[in-house]
């Protein structure tokens, strides 16, 4: 994994370890990347299921201001830890470990709406947890970009699609309120 534009272009990033998290390629990167650079200066951005944070990374490194990384995953977490201090970013970033769920359902949760929302939990949760997911969209602003498997659909009202773009077996669909 590595960052591919930006000032902190061809930086190597720690992969995971096991299957917690899924890395997306560099090809379907750059492809998301080429429609939310104009929305990336100065950005505040969450990335949920940060997994070792490549997403929220390729944001900073392109100009966002600031990210919240979500990541409940220990091995996945320090990953995201080593990162984040390898570009030297830890003055742009924020980490909240354990339940992204349980942060969302506290009434301050959403004091500093984000410009854009990594959406990207594990496909599993996709099909197991659609009604967790349902209740934490009502709770996203700005962009979001849900990236799941290819045969599954999930509505998350109240955001509606306006955008999919289907790379093998994932989908990234952008969804605003």
């Known amino acids: ?28 990167k750059q ?6 650079q104009p929305l990336l200066a100065d950005a505040m951005v969450y990335d949920l299921f940060a997994g070792t944070g490549s997403m929220g990374l390729e944001c900073l490194s392109r100009g966002a ?43 301050s949760a959403t004091a500093k709406a984000p410009n854009i929302c990594f959406l990207d939990p594990p496909y599993q949760m996709v099909r197991e947890n659609a009604d967790s997911l349902r209740a934490l969209a009502k709770h996203l602003s700005g962009l979001v970009v849900f ?14 699609s306006f955008d999919q773009r289907k790379y093998g077996q994932m989908m990234i669909e952008l969804l605003r309120r």
Request: one cysteine or more.
């Open 147 to 160: 990236r799941h498997d290819a045969a599954d659909h999930l509505e998350l009202p109240p955001l509606q």
């Open 1 to 28: 994994m590595r960052i591919i534009a930006g000032e902190f272009r061809g930086r190597h990033l720690l992969s995971p370890e096991g299957l917690a998290t899924r890395p997306i390629t560099d090809r379907a």
């Open 65 to 107: 201001k600031h990210v919240t990384f979500f990541e409940q995953d220990r091995s996945a977490l320090e990953r995201l830890r080593q990162n984040i201090t390898s570009l030297n970013l830890q003055e742009r970033c924020r980490i909240i470990g354990g339940d992204l769920f349980a942060f969302f359902a506290r009434p």
């Open 31 to 36: 492809s998301l990347f080429d429609i939310l």
